[in-house]
């Protein structure tokens, strides 16, 4: 008998926590479908200009690079820095171009969208895997240099930076894919 | 934009359909049939275009909307303009 109120109380708890994150999820999902539903600018529906902005992420990589390549200075540090802030207006910038397709659970993609994501983020792969193969060349060089000539390509802790840089542009990557490869919808929705 | 697929393929669908005849005729909008089956409304503007193959499910769902058997909506081969159709059935050519 004692064991009944109690188990009464831990079941209305349990259900109140159920129903309060049930309801900041349907408020988080209200959010997220008014942010994708949200009109793009005028300029970026031509094509070319959208395949401009999924270009962003060389910029922090070529940021990245030079960062590396030069000694510990002030330079350097404004490098870095420029990496940090491109990366993150790159990825708002291209999450906002191709309607936030890589970000949202799938709860709030139907079966067309889920599949170019899914798509996106196998080419997205393919690159990464080819940037840090090509990351791995450029340290196999790097210590090649080094033991010939006695200066590094990247001197001191520069491979910090190039390392850092990389994986800020890994991230962009899946939605460049996606920006680059975004197809217009009709137009009249009528 | 890139027509191919990662394996070469064209992107796009081989299947035809007539929802755009269809929605025309009852009068539903993309945005309504799109919300009846759950999906957004630039995917039936996709589907309509043939730039993209509805999964069954899908395709099932949007024949239940019209009422109408899969055949009616989709096909494998381009359904004939529906003025053809209408000439050979008043005229008893069964072409």
Known sequence: VSIEPSTTTTTTTADRRTEQLSRLTAEKDA??????????PPWLTS?????????????????????GTRPDSVLRSTLLAAV??????????????????DAVPDRLLD????????????RAHGLVVGLIGLLM???????????????????????????????????MVPAAVLAWRWTDAPADLD | VDDKDSRG????????????????????SRRDLAQAVGVNAQT??????GDYGP?????????AYFQLPVEAVFSLTPFAPMSAQLYATRTGDPG
């Open chain 1, 84 to 101: 940090a802030l491109s990366s993150v207006a790159g990825i708002l910038v291209l999450r906002w171009v191709t309607r936030l397709l």
């Open chain 2, 55 to 63: 999964s069954l499910e899908l395709a099932l769902r949007i024949c």
């Open chain 2, 9 to 28: 393929n064209k992107r796009g669908s081989g299947l035809h359909n007539r929802l755009p005849v269809l929605r025309a005729e009852r009068g539903v």
């Open chain 1, 137 to 171: 060349v450029l340290a196999v060089a790097d210590g090649v240099l080094s033991k010939v000539t006695g200066s590094p390509l990247i001197p001191g802790d520069g491979w910090i930076a190039v390392t850092i840089s990389t994986m800020l542009v890994a991230t």
């Open chain 2, 44 to 49: 039936i503007g996709f589907l309509e275009r």
């Open chain 1, 31 to 40: 959010r997220l479908r008014r942010h994708r539903d949200r009109p793009l």
């Open chain 1, 111 to 122: 079966e067309r969208e889920i599949g170019e994501r899914d798509r996106a983020y196998r």
């Open chain 1, 47 to 67: 094509r070319g200009n959208r395949r401009a902005v999924a270009m962003l992420p060389l910029v922090p990589l070529a940021c990245g690079l030079v960062a």
